[in-house]
């Protein structure tokens, strides 16, 4: 099947409804569109394992904060849409804004507590009920056996996992590892508001995860001095300003009394205009 673009969410469920009649599977991948190669390794992974891909480019506006980047948001349908068909996908939903929400501001919507109110949530306060609302809003129209997500929104992921779980949404929810540049930069479609020097400052993130790995996998076990070893190798880097550093367990988020199970470190600092953010998976044994 070569790519072909849906904007309504009648005419997509119209040919879903008639691949489920087949009893194909369908592999869905959820983005913001101005794709990269984290996207497609997602659409590549969705390809693999499903008979139908189906990917939606939707920037959601409940997600942004009212002084966050929706109207600057890059966008480049044409690209994106090259970049899909390479990868595999069958199905490109591209709905408007109208389309997704007709009564304008939504009246209901998904709210995970806890997991959603720090780290990425401390700063985004209605970042998450929009990410979560616009998901499963997009589970409901797909009805995908499978859905992926990067590692890298790891608060995301851990969010969706929840919720799937809470509301008994019948989808496999499915992380995929961070995609970085050479230098170790993860990737992210905000990358492109980076300067030059911001560019090469921002490896800061990923240089700072990997040196707080190696110090636990060499024996540190409190995750407070982990913290501090990050916060401190970040201030070396004039351009970054640190949001947050933390070894946290990586179900529940929380920041444990000792390392003494495998872990994940998330990072958030703003370099230039953009707030990056990366994290790490650390066995300690
Ligand atoms: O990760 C993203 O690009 C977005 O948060 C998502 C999952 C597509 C929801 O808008």
């Not at 469920?13 to 190669?37: C, N, Q, S």
């Not at 060499?218 to 070894?247: F, N």
């Amino acid at each position: 099947m070569t790519l072909r673009q849906i904007d309504t969410i009648e005419e997509l469920r119209a040919i879903l409804d008639r691949e489920r009649r087949r009893e194909a599977t369908i592999g869905f991948v959820p983005t913001m569109g101005f794709l990269h190669d984290g996207h497609a390794s997602l659409m590549r992974a969705a390809n693999a394992a499903n008979d139908l891909v189906v990917a939606s480019i939707f920037v959601n506006p409940l997600q942004f904060g009212a002084n966050e980047d929706l109207a600057s948001y890059p966008r480049d349908l044409e690209r994106d849409t090259e970049i899909a068909a390479d990868a595999g996908v069958d199905l490109l939903f591209v709905p408007s804004v109208d389309e997704m929400y007709p009564h304008g501001a939504v009246s209901t919507s998904v709210r995970v507590d806890e997991l959603a109110r720090r780290w990425e949530g401390a700063t985004r306060p209605t970042h998450f009920a929009g990410m979560a609302t616009v998901v499963t809003k997009l589970f409901w129209i797909v009805g995908a056996c499978r859905a992926y997500f990067g590692e890298k929104d790891f608060q995301q992921l851990a969010i969706i996992r929840r919720f799937v779980a809470d509301l008994s949404i019948p989808v496999e929810v499915i992380g995929c590892p961070i995609a970085r540049a050479e230098d170790g930069l993860a990737l992210s479609s905000r990358n492109t508001y980076l300067e030059p020097a911001e560019r090469q400052a921002a490896t800061v993130l990923s240089r700072t995860l990997e040196a707080a790995a190696t110090a636990i996998e060499k024996g540190e076990r409190d995750p407070i001095v982990v913290a501090e070893l990050m916060a401190a190798m970040v201030a070396t880097e004039p351009l970054a300003r640190l949001d947050y550093a933390a070894c946290v367990d990586p179900a529940t988020l929380d920041v444990p009394e000792r390392i003494d199970a495998p872990c994940r470190l998330l990072i958030a600092a703003q370099v230039g205009r953009p707030r990056l953010i990366d994290n790490l998976g650390v066995s300690c044994e």
